[in-house]
């Protein structure tokens, strides 16, 4: 199987056009410069990675979000340096594994989705459940990432009420090694850089507790986002229409959730590095966070959420306050009281 390098040359791209990618590759992974020649060497040499990818519970924004991906490699690379051998929404018919020729150990697996685990009754194909399918695929992988808010923490399909009881590819493969990638959708370029870091490295990237990659997910939005200064100095947009919002001032009063968002919206950006949300003036929701669906209220001030309202909340407060009055004027009378 032929490396990127060729792919490269292949498709009429000088040399430098290679070591641009290589040096875009090198930085994203977090080795720096001074890996460059390590980087080179590899993407010369190693074959491009093999690629499942299986679409579960998902709106397949996972998988725009890597054909819009295009800073790292050119588009027409990209879509011959990944050698997808298979894609369960992109391709009609069930390919046997043995049919795919996979190598042990070298290929990715790429699940989208979440799955949902009532019986199998939904998200089935072929008479297969998702889980079966799963299950089918995933010795010999050598790098699983589950792709996506969905596939990562249940994401929508897990929101209440959860008909279709949706829950995160780790719950399955409770004793596999799951790379995570968080995000609705993740930033394709992100998506790119993990899997050539699996060809570079031969190994799955350092992730942190809760499965992501730290090079990645080490850091809040807050953290990086260029309104930051804004934010310490205490100057928020208080509407979307005032003057302070044209100013770029800080988005906390409007919703921003970037203090409690891990993702690499302000670094790697979206669009080839052009913008991110934040930057064309919106609040970060928090989408590569776990729930975020569920604790809604996009437009609300962080510290209104944090304060943990919620209508269950306030229903269930209300219900203990009556149970409490009801209780307190008992007592009271039984005390002659009242
Ligand atoms: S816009 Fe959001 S992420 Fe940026 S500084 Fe303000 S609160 Fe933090
Ligand atoms: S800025 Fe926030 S809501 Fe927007 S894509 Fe990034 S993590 Fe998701």
Known sequence: MESLYNV?????????????????????????????????????????????????QSCLGCTQSILN????????????????EYHETLMFSHRSKEAMDLQKGRYVLVLEGSLPVDGGFYCTGGGRSAEEILKSLMDGAGLILALGSCASWGGIAHAEPNP?????????????????????P????????????FVVTGKPPEVDGEGRPRVFYGQTIHDRCYRRPFYDAGKFVGSFEGEDAQRGYCLYRMGCKGPITRNACATVRWNGGL???????????GCSEADFWDRGFI????????????????????????????????????????
């Open 8 to 56: 490269f040359k292949r498709r009429g791209y000088t040399r430098r056009d290679f070591l641009k990618s290589a040096l875009l590759i090198a930085s994203t992974i977090g080795m720096g410069p001074s890996f460059l020649p390590q980087v080179v060497k590899a993407l010369e040499s190693k074959p491009k990675p093999q690629v499942l990818w299986l679409s579960f």
């Open 69 to 84: 991906s295009t800073s790292i490699v050119p588009a027409d690379v990209l879509s011959e340096y990944i050698s997808l």
């Open 164 to 184: 279709t009881k949706a829950v995160a590819v780790d719950e399955i493969l409770k004793h596999k090694r799951v790379v995570k990638l968080p995000g609705c």
């Open 186 to 197: 993740p930033v394709g370029d992100v998506i790119v850089s993990v899997i050539a870091s």
């Open 275 to 285: 913008s991110f949300p934040i930057q064309s003036g919106h609040p970060c929701f």
């Open 299 to 338: 437009y609300r001030p962080l510290s209104v959420v944090e304060e943990g309202f919620s209508w269950k909340e306030a229903l269930a407060g209300a219900l203990i306050g009556t149970a409490l009055g009801y209780g307190t004027a008992y007592i009271n009378k039984k005390l002659g009281g009242g």
